[in-house]
């Protein structure tokens, strides 16, 4: 039995997320944390979340966010902003350590980087410098206010945001001279738009109302533009309240060049180059990893404080005094409690080690996409339908990139010309990413966020009756209520369903999620057989139902059923969750010992940790059994199942020693060290 002497620190972070070697995000994380535990903190005790308004008091997140680098960390040093490259790993890190204490302030910190992004992923190069720059503080020697923004897609009822293709906001010309920039009048009327309060300037999605612009597209509009800019009603929030959010009426006169990404004049019709499904796509392809991660963070953040209100439980009475077990350990000295928090533990970890690979990921994906972008267009290939098809066409360059890729040691190097040769090769390499982020972001925002917000529940009921009062420890009641939110906002489940209905089908992640399959059954860790023969499973669901037809003769797997559908993506995601955690333990065993202050206790850390996984590769496994039993034989009572049911034996025969792990994980808990105070103040 292994001892977990400390819970897990920064050294321990870096290792599993995979940034040791990023000062410069270890210093975003510190910079994010202090404001987190300090004002953030401060604001939530002293009662700032009691109003929907938008106050003074909880104004001075904007200053701490600001004076701490927090504003200017999503732009490029030549916008003013500090860290070169793409930044999803730390937006997602930043999102991470504000949510530990509240949500709120982590949407706050994110809004004006959304509104930023239509800009960043699609805006011209004019654009670009222009908001980026006046959403920096001023430099030494300048004098301006820093400029906020705001996202403004979803609109008043029934249009409100989903089904992005109805728009209800529009776009005309209002005015276009000879040879002059044509003047366009727009209407948009916003619904729940967070940073109304303070925003400068929106980023609106609007459609046509003039056959003299074509189709819909993104445009900014200025709180100073000719016309109304009313910032609305507040919305009568009860979770999230350390962000400002309203319901504005805007109708302003702004010149075209504000269509993001500009436009085209064919045969006098204003043609927008990107429409504005293509601008979400774009942005919310990013901005949904962090919404995941911050009802993560709230998991991982409950267990110092559940485990000192435990211990302390019987404190100060007659029953028992120091040194006996009721006095030292309180609630501890029960099962259930112990275990129970093992669960809550191993669901946050999952969710921080799927949500970290897809913000890694995405900082990989980035230029990977641009370089894409700017190939097809060189190509005379542009517009979505084009590039599909040209896509395609690398498919099966692209699946033999996933098989040398996934190789053994001895067969990746007798091939490492041909992978050197397809790692080269822009459009094998984004097919490759965009495949497997096509289904970890979106199950990144569901599941975390869905399944976090469920979890979140079991922590407060650990609290007991403190649990549901204000001064729980940890702000636990407020967390839960601000997890719903986080499952909404960025698209609802519902959404990001349909999303993972279109991508898990597509044959580059099918072949991925083989290979995992492949190098789980290659490991001997424990729990990894369950979680290989649960992915093996889905793999043969997918394949059963794609093949399988209703009573009526109707195809069951087709995004119209999402009774079959949706179902089947909650399975996946509960399996590419639980692989995401065996790949940080593997990166914690292997560069643990690298690390002086981690190799210390790495024993007790690496036996915790491999047992987490375990726990968790049963849940997950049994919840993906379950969902995929009641689909094969609830839709296939006819149908030859016996390859399902020998699959579904293995899983189960495969948790062999899953309890046990839990009773060491659990054990564990009884002797972890806590610090002596709450990590950040009542
Ligand atoms: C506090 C707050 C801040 C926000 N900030 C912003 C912002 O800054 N900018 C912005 O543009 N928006 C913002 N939003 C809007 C947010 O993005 C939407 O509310 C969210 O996407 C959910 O959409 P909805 O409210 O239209 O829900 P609905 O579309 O009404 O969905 C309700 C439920 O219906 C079901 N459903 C919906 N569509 C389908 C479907 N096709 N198939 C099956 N089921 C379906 C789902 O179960 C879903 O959960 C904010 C919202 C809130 C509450």
New binding site residues.
């Given amino acids: 039995m292994y001892t977990l002497s400390t819970l897990p620190g920064d050294d321990v972070r870096q290792i599993m997320w995979r940034f040791s070697d990023r000062f410069d995000l270890q210093m975003v994380v510190q910079s994010a944390r202090q404001i987190a535990r300090g004002t953030v903190a401060t604001l939530v005790a002293e009662g700032a979340r009691h109003t929907h308004e938008w106050t003074e008091h909880k104004a001075q997140l904007l200053e701490a966010f600001d004076q701490s680098g927090l504003t200017s960390l999503f732009m490029d040093p030549h916008q003013g902003g500090f860290i070169e490259g793409p930044k999803n790993l730390a937006l997602a890190l930043v999102a991470f350590e504000l949510s530990w204490v509240d949500g709120g302030s982590a949407t706050c910190s994110l809004?004006s980087n959304?509104a930023l992004a239509p800009i960043h992923e699609k805006g011209t190069r004019e654009q670009r410098d222009f908001y980026m720059h006046r959403a920096t503080p001023p430099q030494p020697g300048e004098d301006r206010e820093i400029w906020r923004g705001?996202?403004?897609?979803?609109e008043p009822l029934p249009y409100?945001?989903?089904?992005t293709g109805v728009l209800v906001g529009k776009v005309r010309v209002d005015e276009w001279k000879d040879g002059a920039e044509p003047m366009l009048h727009v209407e948009k009327r916003?619904r729940?738009?967070?940073n109304m309060d303070f925003a400068h300037f929106v980023t609106a999605a609007v459609d046509s109302a003039d056959e003299r612009i074509q189709g819909s597209c993104m445009i900014t509009l200025q709180a100073d533009d000719p016309g109304s800019f009313d910032r609305g009603a507040p919305?009568l929030?009860m979770c999230?309240q350390l962000s400002s959010?309203r319901d504005p009426i805007i109708t302003v006169k702004v010149p075209a060049s504000r269509i993001i990404g500009g436009y085209e004049i064919k045969d006098g019709v204003i043609v927008p180059k990107y429409s504005h499904s293509e601008i979400i796509g774009a942005v919310f392809h990013r901005t949904r990893i962090p919404v995941g991660l911050m009802t993560t963070a709230k998991l991982l953040s409950a267990v110092e404080p559940v485990i000192r209100y435990q211990r302390s439980r019987f404190r100060g009475g007659d029953a028992s005094g120091p040194g006996s077990p009721k006095f030292e350990m309180g609630l501890q000295q029960k099962e259930d409690a112990q275990q129970r928090l093992v669960d809550i533990w191993a669901m946050g970890e999952a969710g921080a080690s799927l949500g970290f690979g897809a913000a890694r990921m995405a900082d990989a994906f980035d230029p990977v996409e641009k370089r894409k972008e700017a190939l097809l267009e060189e190509q005379g290939c542009t517009g979505p339908r084009k590039q599909m098809a040209a896509l395609k066409k690398k498919q099966a360059e692209t699946l033999e990139y996933v098989d040398l890729l996934f190789a053994d040691p001895a067969d990746k190097a007798a091939n490492q010309a041909r992978l050197d040769e397809l790692e080269a090769d822009t459009l094998v390499r984004f097919s490759y990413l965009d495949a497997v982020l096509g289904v970890t972001i979106p199950a990144t925002k569901v599941w975390n966020t869905g399944s976090g917000a469920n979890t979140l529940r079991e922590a407060i009921s650990l609290m007991g009756g403190y649990g549901i009062t204000e001064d729980c420890p940890g702000f636990l009641m407020y967390k839960w209520a601000d997890s719903q939110?986080e499952a909404?906002?960025?698209?609802?489940?519902?959404?990001q369903r349909?999303h993972l209905t279109v991508t898990m089908g597509n044959p580059v992640f099918l072949a991925v999620l083989g290979k995992w399959a492949d190098k789980l059954d290659a490991s001997d860790r424990p729990g990894a057989a369950a979680l290989d023969a649960a992915i093996r499973a889905w793999l043969w669901a997918y394949e059963f139902l794609d093949a399988a037809k209703d009573a009526e003769g109707k195809k069951l797997l087709h995004r119209k059923r999402?009774g079959v559908t949706f179902p089947l993506a909650d399975a996946l995601c509960w399996l590419v969750a639980a692989a995401s955690l065996f790949d940080d333990v593997d990166a914690l065993i292997e560069n643990g010992p690298m690390n002086p202050t981690v190799a210390e206790g790495l024993e007790g850390l690496v036996g915790f940790y491999t047992d987490l996984a375990f726990v968790q590769a049963a849940r997950a496994a049994g919840e993906a059994g379950r969902i995929l039993a009641e689909l094969v034989y609830g839709y296939g009572a006819q149908a030859d199942t016996s390859a399902f049911a020998a699959l579904r034996a293995e899983i189960d025969a495969n948790l062999a020693g899953a309890r046990l792990a839990k009773d060491r994980a659990g054990e564990a808990l009884t002797q972890v060290m806590i610090p002596e105070a709450l990590d950040y103040p009542m």
């Fill in positions: 809004a959304l705001a996202f403004a897609l979803t409100v945001g989903v089904d916003g729940f738009i967070t919305t929030k999230h959010t939110l909404t906002y960025e698209g609802p489940e519902a959404v349909m999402q």
